[in-house]
């Protein structure tokens, strides 16, 4: 079994409707959220047990970046919020594994703790686009 450590994962980011391909190095912790629906199909078959089957999938992501207004990735993700543009972002594990879609930036919150240096928590969420969500 190979261990993989979060340091080593990437997130990419570039412009919607292709693959990132820009290093985000301005991201602390990320979390990237996968599930599905589910619609219940228990029938007399399934002998008193209540079963389901997965439908439509979703996914959302959540991550910190510094707040640097001189740094191009966090400028990326304000403007992708502010202007409702969306941006290419590929999460991968650091060896090209992970999920590439078109994303709407859909939190972008401000967090100024008293004693460490003021974040962003930016949500993301896959956006109608020409090409959906894939995992590599």
């Known amino acids: 079994m190979a261990v993989v450590l979060g340091l080593d994962a990437v997130l990419l980011r570039g412009q919607a409707g292709q693959t990132g391909s820009t290093e985000v190095k301005n991201v ?3 979390t990237l959220n996968l599930e599905s629906g589910e619609a219940d199909v228990t029938t007399r078959a399934t ?21 640097d207004t001189e740094d191009a990735d966090f400028t990326a993700f304000q403007e992708a919020y502010f202007s409702n543009t969306p941006i290419a972002l590929f999460i991968t594990d650091g060896d ?13 919150s401000v967090e100024q703790p008293l004693e460490e240096a003021l974040t962003v928590s930016v949500t993301a969420k896959p956006t109608a686009s020409t090409r959906a969500p894939v995992w590599k």
Request: zero cysteines; hydrophobic letters at 45%; glycine letters at 10%.
């Open 96 to 108: 090209s594994h992970g999920l590439d879609a078109d994303f709407s930036i859909t939190g972008f």
């Open 28 to 30: 602390k912790d990320l």
């Open 47 to 67: 002998q008193g047990w209540k079963a389901s089957i997965a439908t439509l999938k979703e996914a959302s992501l959540e991550f910190g970046i510094l707040y």
